[in-house]
């Protein structure tokens, strides 16, 4: 089991950035590929962002690509997810997810998940 715990959401204008966080305890948080959601109000959620156990490998999705930045800290167990250029758009809620195996744009495979963060872009 790998117990995920979302941290650092919040209000933002948009424009202006924020850096989520999650913290991982249970099994080896360095074996998983750790993944980034979001879940909009009557929309499905989507993978945003994704990282390989070593941080060589990410997946992006196109709209984040150039203002959102995933990375780990294995050894404090923690993936963070920098946004920065925040739009409207962007309101969600944010979840993290931990996965075996590769890094890419398939959302379906992750087994573990956080709690969720809620970010919200002002105009």
């Known amino acids: 089991q790998v117990q995920l715990v979302e941290s650092g959401g919040g209000l933002v204008q948009a424009g202006g950035s924020l850096r989520l966080s999650c913290a991982a305890s249970?099994?080896?948080?360095?074996?998983?590929?750790m993944g980034w959601f979001r879940q909009a109000p009557n929309k499905e959620r989507e993978l945003v962002a994704a990282?390989?156990?070593?941080?060589?490998?990410?997946y992006y999705t196109d709209s984040v690509k150039g203002r959102f930045t995933i990375g780990r800290d294995n050894a404090k167990n923690t993936v963070y997810l920098q946004m920065n250029s925040l739009k409207r758009e962007d309101t969600a809620v944010y979840y993290c997810a931990a996965k075996k195996g590769l890094v890419n744009g398939e959302s379906s495979e992750y087994e573990y998940w956080g709690q969720g963060t809620q970010v919200t872009v002002s105009s």
């Open positions: 990282i390989s156990w070593s941080g060589r490998s990410t």
């Open positions: 249970g099994r080896a948080f360095s074996n998983y590929v």
